[in-house]
């Protein structure tokens, strides 16, 4: 069973920069992707970007194209995401999920984020003035 642990968030002004990470441990090539979800007060949980742990292709939503990077660093079993001019709209607890073994959720142009079974605890990202 892999472990994830998030760490890196906080608070920033609107424009400013994070840099998310999320160590995984009990790894195994049965995990296909690495993904950072979100979740703002009232609302549900959603998907913001992934990482192929094969070729590391990476998929971003809408909402974060050009702000976030998705990165992985395999030799430390880490993956993180780098978040630039953020938004008070980002604010938000952030997760770090691995997809189930054996079941890949990345596709040509979607994913299938309800593959997505392995969390981990979640840290606190805060965008305000």
């Known amino acids: 069973q892999v472990q994830l642990v998030e760490s890196g968030g906080g608070s920033v002004q609107p424009g400013g920069s994070l840099r998310l990470s999320c160590a995984a441990s009990g790894f195994t090539s049965d995990y296909y992707a690495i993904a950072w979800f979100r979740q703002a007060p009232g609302r549900e949980r959603e998907g913001v970007s992934c990482?192929?742990?094969?070729?590391?292709?990476?998929y971003y939503s809408n909402f974060v194209k050009g702000r976030f990077t998705i990165s992985r660093d395999d030799v430390k079993n880490m993956v993180f995401l780098q978040m630039n001019n953020l938004k008070p709209e980002d604010t938000a607890v952030y997760f770090c999920?691995?997809?189930?073994?054996?079941?890949?959720?990345?596709?040509?142009?979607?994913?299938?984020?309800?593959?997505?079974?392995?969390w981990g605890q979640g840290t606190q990202v805060t965008v305000s003035s």
């Open positions: 999920a691995a997809s189930s073994p054996g079941l890949p959720p990345m596709y040509s142009d979607y994913v299938d984020w309800a593959l997505f079974s392995s």
């Open positions: 990482i192929s742990t094969r070729d590391g292709t990476t």
